[in-house]
């Protein structure tokens, strides 16, 4: 156990004194430690995967949603009709930050197939205080996104919450799921014909099994 806090204690001051540009001290070390971070997360149990086993379609088609992107123009959801859809709530401190480089893995694998769309929030620990330019430097700067950010909102219940993830997180409206974000990082995949499919919590990678399986799936 000793060595253990010698080596996380090493590794922390490497990281400080490499610190990497465009980033904080602590996105720094965040990044440096994210795949500790992840085996922790596999090792204490993954929170629970949702999915619509019996494919319940929605009350309201998900292609009538509308948004800001991360420049302040219109994003219309209607020209994803075809693809599918991976939402995730981003955030640039937190331990999960580094699912931006799976991320965009992700959408490169899959091309035209697949549209990630990030959505910025300062929901949890105000783990996104920057504004909508800062986010998409950093983002840009230090993992290569290329794929959609929308301008930062806040996605968990309450008045406030942006209406994609009020889609995605009232059954009601979506057919079945009720699940808003449990942190940062949290995923939800729509089909090809606007069906919210799955919601895969912060615990699971962007590129996990269960991930790459649901977005094969006819």
């Known amino acids: 156990m000793i060595?253990?806090?010698?080596?996380?204690?090493?590794?922390?001051?490497?990281t400080l004194i490499m610190k990497k540009p465009g980033m904080s001290y602590r996105?720094?070390?965040?990044?440096?430690?994210?795949?500790?971070?992840?085996?922790?997360?596999?090792?204490?149990?993954?929170?629970?995967?949702?999915?619509?086993?019996?494919?319940?379609?929605?009350?309201?088609?998900?292609?009538?949603?509308?948004?800001?992107?991360?420049?302040?123009?219109?994003?219309?959801?209607?020209?994803?009709?075809?693809?599918?859809?991976?939402?995730?709530n981003t955030a640039s401190n937190c331990g999960y930050t580094g699912q931006y480089e799976a991320l965009e893995k992700l959408a490169q694998q899959f091309g035209d197939k697949l549209v990630v769309i990030g959505f910025p929030s300062n929901?949890?620990?105000?783990?996104?205080?920057?504004?909508?330019?800062?986010?998409?430097?950093?983002?840009?700067?230090?993992?290569?996104?290329?794929?959609?950010?929308?301008?930062?909102?806040?996605?968990?219940?309450?008045?406030?919450?942006?209406e994609v993830h009020k889609w995605l997180s009232d059954m009601t409206i979506n057919g079945w799921c009720h699940q808003e974000p449990a942190w940062n990082f949290c995923k939800y995949l729509v089909n090809e014909q606007g069906v919210l499919t799955q919601y895969f919590p912060m615990t699971v990678d962007p590129l996990a099994p269960e991930v790459i399986s649901a977005i094969k799936a006819n």
Not at 5 to 11: D, E, M, N, P, S
Not at 67 to 76: L, P, Q, R, S, T
Not at 139 to 155: D, H, R
């Open 123 to 162: 929901d949890f620990k105000e783990q996104e205080a920057g504004a909508n330019t800062d986010i998409a430097s950093f983002c840009k700067k230090n993992y290569g996104v290329t794929f959609p950010l929308m301008e930062k909102s806040m996605v968990i219940k309450g008045h406030d919450q942006n």
């Open 3 to 14: 060595k253990i806090a010698i080596a996380f204690g090493v590794l922390v001051t490497a």
């Open 27 to 88: 996105q720094s070390v965040l990044k440096t430690l994210y795949p500790a971070i992840m085996w922790s997360s596999k090792s204490s149990g993954k929170k629970q995967i949702l999915a619509n086993k019996n494919n319940a379609a929605s009350a309201v088609s998900f292609y009538t949603l509308t948004v800001k992107d991360i420049n302040g123009n219109e994003f219309k959801f209607s020209d994803l009709k075809g693809k599918k859809v991976l939402i995730v």
